[in-house]
């Protein structure tokens, strides 16, 4: 126990200052691990050498201490990606509920960061937090 709590400290000493998992990087993350399965269907030489760049820049990114300079990046990112993500959400809400039913969210930005927040319709007045910066703000969803 006393060694776990330890290895946690550890941990949270070492992250100190440093960036932390975003979207970005969790895409990068994720991007490597398809496409390593994939390699091992397919034989494509150039494959593995990609997964560790895409790995290596997830991880550089997790752990760099310019957070500013991480975080323009997650941002563009999002910003360039939110048609697609959208298209992915609204096809998986469609899966669930059925072609008939329209979209279930509002998109909201935060006033404060700019985060892009998914607030469902249909819940009447509903105090908003934001996930980035934690601003919260009153919305009515109808
Ligand atoms: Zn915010």
Do not use: H
Not at 29 to 42: K, N, R
Not at 86 to 112: D, H, L, T, W
Not at 114 to 125: C, D, E, H, N, V
Request: proline share 3%.
């Amino acid at each position: 126990m006393n060694q776990g709590s330890g290895f946690r400290q550890k941990v949270m000493q070492f992250m100190q200052g440093r960036y932390g998992v975003d979207q970005l990087s969790n895409f990068l993350i994720s991007a490597a691990v398809i496409l390593a399965l994939f390699g091992m269907f397919v034989r494509v030489p150039a494959l593995n050498i990609i997964c560790w760049i895409l790995i290596i820049i997830g991880y550089v990114r997790i752990f760099s201490k310019n957070i500013n300079k991480r975080y323009a990046e997650n941002q563009k990112f999002l910003d360039k990606t939110f048609g697609i993500r959208n298209v992915f959400a609204k096809a998986k809400y469609r899966m669930k509920y059925g072609k008939q039913s329209s979209e279930p969210y509002y998109i909201y930005k935060c006033k404060k960061c700019g985060q892009r927040i998914r607030i469902p319709k249909g819940k009447g007045k509903i105090m908003v937090t934001c996930p980035k910066c934690k601003y919260q703000f009153k919305k009515y969803s109808r």
